[in-house]
């Protein structure tokens, strides 16, 4: 098993990468927790049952741990599984081996252990399950989930007076009750970028640095339904980031901010009452970056050499 603090798979150990979607609506974030449901609660689950006869159940590592609320489409983790637990993944499909249309038997086909991980925790989850793995394979050699990531991008969804109200959105996409001015967003936006000290805009974590390089931040309204899209990336992200980011643009389209001033709160360091940090539910992760194969191993090396929560 791996050490979930290092990241570091033990000998005789296959690594497996999972890309994995949900919807957070129903969930108390992303960790585990004794007494809530959440989401790495309940894939733990399905691997307890999935791997009850072969040893301990295994542990996931991801990439970022989201807040309760919070959606995925692009989530990534890792599990290591030992030899045995890989074995058990492989064998024939479900239905093989069936008598064919004129009455020659099919020969069983072989299913890949690390491919077949998703489709086995899908069927113990069900089809209405609110989180489904999208994939599963063998990991490069060096790849951490948590530690070999070099940026993570989410978008938050806003309806303001301007969008279609659509019911069918109301978990991921928080209604506003006025028109924004998307020009002014976007240019406050446009100011935030760049390598800065964010402790104006996160909730403090002891020991946890707050400077974070902000690579990607811009405004789009959907041409179909009206709604203000944001597009939010970063080497990684600290406690409310995003949501603390979109409030203070959100404040400026509403007119109550200049497009200046989250740049000068930003630079005061200094986390006040001028804006409002957005709900947990317009945000989601929709995608995770990593390096070329071989440079992995260093990523995550570096990474974990700072010591600090990625999340």
């Known amino acids: 098993m791996a050490d979930e603090a290092e990241g570091h798979p033990s000998k005789g150990s296959f690594r497996i990468r999972l890309q994995i979607a949900y919807d957070g609506t129903d969930f108390s974030g992303w960790a585990r927790q ?15 049952v999935l791997m009850s006869r072969h040893g301990p159940a295994p542990r996931l590592v991801v990439a970022g741990r989201t807040d309760a609320g919070v959606h995925a489409t692009g989530q990534v983790a890792h599990v290591d599984l030992t030899e045995e637990q890989l074995r058990s993944l492989t064998g024939p499909r479900r239905g093989a081996g069936h008598t064919a249309k004129h009455g020659r038997r099919k020969r069983p086909q072989e299913v890949d252990g690390p491919a077949s991980l998703a489709r086995r925790l899908n069927g113990i989850a069900g089809l209405d399950s609110d989180v489904v793995v999208l994939s599963s394979s063998l990991a490069p050699e060096g790849f951490d989930a948590r530690f070999s990531p070099v940026w993570r991008r989410y978008e938050y969804r806003v309806g303001d007076l301007g969008a279609l109200r659509n019911p069918l959105e109301r978990h991921r996409t928080v209604w506003f009750p006025a028109e ?25 974590r002891d020991g946890a640095t707050t400077v974070r390089t902000l690579q990607e931040f811009s405004w789009v309204r959907d041409q179909m339904t009206g709604v203000l899209i944001a597009t939010v990336t970063a080497d990684a992200f600290c406690h409310s980031m995003v949501r603390s980011l979109v409030g203070a643009c959100v404040s400026v389209g509403q007119g109550t901010l200049s497009a200046e001033r989250p740049g000068q709160i930003r630079d005061e360091r200094l986390r006040g009452s001028e804006f409002k940090v957005m709900p947990a539910k317009g945000l989601t992760l929709v995608e995770v970056g990593y390096p070329p194969d071989e440079e992995l191993a260093a990523r995550a090396e570096q990474t974990r050499a700072r010591r600090e929560p990625l999340d």
């Open 34 to 48: 004794a007494e809530q449901r959440t989401v790495q609660g309940a894939l733990e689950s399905s691997l307890s």
């Open 180 to 204: 924004l001015d998307i020009d002014a967003m976007n240019t406050a936006a446009d100011e935030l970028r760049g390598l800065h000290d964010w402790a104006a805009y996160c909730k403090p």
